[in-house]
């Protein structure tokens, strides 16, 4: 299946692709621990990787795979660690449904992104040659025409280039920043809301476009008063924001109380917020020549001193402009010369509207579960596009303005209505999954239901999105039922059975050995 018409590729563009001097990472390891008991498989009977997470009437790592199959690309490895038999699963339907090749390589051990990369590049040689090596993350719901992106990074030659995406200040602290030349520094202002509106204005500006990338920054705030407030949450970004606070505080002891928060300030102004509103949207389109140069260096996750993540080790070395900027990595004083002589040149394409330059792609993490039932609402607004209509599996229900499975059936006096009223006609009111049963009574309203659920007689389900076990635990329960007068609105059903008259306001709801198990969203 393919999701849309991708652009025309250029000349060289279809020479890489044609002598299969493209390769394809898919990286689908991660424990989407952000997702809490939905993916937890020590808590959640039927927890599902990231990946595999429905989102429409597709996974997670569909938008990944349909975006290098709409550039042509016909061979993709997926790197697998956590719950792989699902990616397995999913990667084997895929290649008999678009008639591509996939292949799974499993990590014995967590490798981190760059380390999972090595191994594969290693093995097969692809280090090699005049190779570029697109690296996609399996767990981002995107719209990118990947076309755009490699094509500029060929012509700037650039050992490697990233997309990236705006998204909120107030959520930058979950991604790293770049800045890029040309863009306003912090350092040029008085304020941080300044700063923010002229960084703003300027990545308006420049969307669709190619800049080099002259620094980069991993997850952090956008203000001051942000990383105090962050850092005493149990937010998994907050581990790395204490140790800078606690540092600092290292760094400043002999100074009185006042001038030591006034030196602590000035310095995570300076150093330890993000650069700006564009994050790292985890697409990379990296040189052989880069990874021939770098794979000696590159070790795995727990290993003392790694050098094995592209975030939080190669991106900065690549914009390193000191020697004090890459003083702590385990490089050679060779590398680190042709580093700081420009050796390695660094690009962001800034991500566009899919068709129009002046506007955004779609770009989501869905990292949390609120941007999970978002982004799953954005389906059913007709904001990112699953396949419907094209997809033969799906078919129009005009009545209920849905999109039903085969083997669905809807009793007569069963509701299906959008979740707002005066829903325009490119929206749909809900997706409704395979071997699904609607009772008399029951309420769906825009809802994402997957396949395998039987919702009874007066259910109510409202802004919420119902999951079946994962594939591989298929054998062991075929079906979700969701008792007669249940209510669920503005919640996520993972594999869980409701009681009868049971309600839930957002709520992740999760079957672990012994009961039903709840985490607020």
């Known amino acids: 299946m393919?999701?849309?018409?991708?652009?025309?590729?250029?000349?060289?563009?279809?020479?890489?692709?044609?002598?299969?001097?493209?390769?394809?990472?898919?990286?689908?390891?991660?424990?989407?621990?952000?997702?809490?008991?939905?993916?937890?498989?020590?808590?959640?009977?039927?927890?599902?990787?990231?990946?595999?997470?429905?989102?429409?009437?597709?996974r997670i790592i569909d938008f990944s795979i349909g975006a290098a199959n709409e550039m042509g690309i016909r061979k993709m490895v997926f790197a697998t660690y956590y719950l792989k038999e699902s990616i397995e699963f999913l990667a084997k339907n895929r290649a008999r449904e678009l008639e591509?090749?996939?292949?799974?390589?499993?990590?014995?051990?967590?490798?981190?992104?760059?380390?999972?990369?090595?191994?594969?590049?290693?093995?097969?040689?692809?280090?090699?040659?005049?190779?570029?090596?697109?690296?996609?993350?399996?767990?981002?719901?995107?719209?990118?025409?990947?076309?755009?992106?490699?094509?500029?990074?060929?012509?700037?030659?650039?050992?490697?280039?990233?997309?990236?995406?705006?998204v909120p200040w107030a959520d930058m602290y979950r991604f790293g920043s770049v800045r890029l030349e040309g863009m306003p520094g912090r350092e040029e202002f008085k304020t941080d809301e300044e700063f923010k509106e002229?960084?703003?204005?300027?990545?308006?500006?420049?969307?669709?476009?190619?800049?080099?990338?002259?620094?980069f920054r991993e997850k952090r705030p956008s203000s001051f008063e942000e990383f105090m407030s962050l850092k005493d949450t149990n937010l998994k970004e907050a581990v790395a924001l204490n140790e800078i606070y606690r540092n600092l505080e290292k760094k400043y002891k002999?100074?009185?109380?006042?001038?030591?928060?006034?030196s602590i300030e000035k310095e995570i102004r300076k150093f330890h917020?993000?650069?700006?509103?564009?994050n790292n949207s985890s697409i990379y389109i990296t040189s052989s020549h880069l990874w021939h140069t770098f794979l000696p260096f590159i070790t795995f996750k727990e290993t003392p001193n790694p050098f094995s993540d592209f975030g939080g080790h190669i991106f900065p070395a690549l914009t390193a402009q000191k020697e004090e900027d890459i003083m702590g990595f385990p490089l050679s004083q060779e590398l680190r010369r042709e580093i700081l002589a420009g050796e390695f040149p660094f690009y962001a394409y800034i991500m566009p509207d899919k068709n129009n330059h002046d506007k955004q792609s779609y770009w989501v993490d869905a990292g949390v579960t609120s941007q999970l039932l978002k982004v799953n609402q954005d389906v059913l607004r007709g904001?990112?596009?699953?396949?419907?209509?094209?997809?033969?599996?799906?078919?129009?229900?005009?009545?209920?303005?849905?999109?039903?499975?085969?083997?669905?059936?809807?009793?007569?006096?069963?509701?299906?209505?959008?979740?707002?009223?005066?829903?325009?006609?490119?929206?749909?009111?809900?997706?409704?999954?395979?071997?699904?049963?609607?009772?008399?009574?029951?309420?769906?309203?825009?809802s994402v239901i997957?396949?395998?659920?039987?919702?009874?007689?007066?259910?109510?389900?409202?802004?919420?999105?119902?999951?079946?076990?994962?594939?591989?635990?298929?054998?062991?329960?075929?079906?979700?039922?969701?008792?007669?007068?249940?209510?669920?609105?503005?919640?996520?059903?993972?594999g869980a059975d409701i009681?009868?008259?049971?309600?839930?306001?957002?709520?992740?709801?999760?079957?672990?050995?012994?009961?039903?198990?709840?985490?607020?969203?």
Request: aromatic share 6%; net charge neutral; charged share 25%.
């Open 383 to 446: 904001l990112i596009y699953v396949g419907l209509g094209v997809d033969t599996r799906f078919e129009r229900d005009n009545k209920n303005k849905a999109w039903t499975g085969y083997n669905t059936y809807i009793a007569e006096g069963a509701q299906i209505v959008p979740l707002r009223e005066g829903a325009n006609e490119h929206e749909i009111s809900s997706i409704v999954g395979h071997d699904v049963v609607i009772e008399k009574g029951a309420r769906v309203e825009g």
């Open 198 to 215: 002229r960084v703003s204005e300027w990545v308006t500006k420049n969307l669709g476009s190619m800049k080099k990338i002259v620094q």
């Open 100 to 166: 591509i090749s996939t292949e799974c390589v499993e990590e014995t051990e967590p490798r981190d992104t760059a380390g999972a990369c090595k191994f594969i590049i290693e093995n097969k040689g692809w280090y090699k040659g005049d190779n570029q090596i697109i690296i996609l993350s399996a767990d981002i719901i995107h719209n990118l025409d990947l076309i755009n992106p490699f094509q500029c990074h060929l012509e700037k030659n650039a050992s490697a280039t990233i997309v990236v995406n705006p």
């Open 499 to 521: 009681e009868p008259d049971k309600k839930y306001y957002r709520q992740v709801i999760v079957e672990p050995l012994g009961g039903v198990v709840t985490e607020e969203i």
């Open 450 to 494: 997957g396949s395998f659920v039987e919702i009874g007689k007066n259910v109510k389900i409202k802004n919420s999105v119902v999951m079946s076990p994962h594939f591989k635990k298929r054998e062991e329960k075929g079906q979700v039922i969701i008792g007669d007068g249940a209510e669920i609105t503005d919640s996520i059903v993972v």
């Open 254 to 262: 002999d100074e009185k109380k006042e001038n030591r928060r006034q």
């Open 273 to 278: 917020l993000a650069l700006s509103t564009l």
């Open 2 to 58: 393919v999701f849309s018409k991708s652009s025309a590729v250029s000349t060289k563009v279809s020479q890489y692709i044609d002598k299969g001097a493209v390769k394809t990472i898919v990286l689908a390891g991660g424990f989407g621990k952000r997702l809490g008991i939905a993916c937890d498989d020590k808590i959640n009977r039927w927890a599902y990787p990231k990946p595999s997470l429905t989102v429409g009437s597709r």
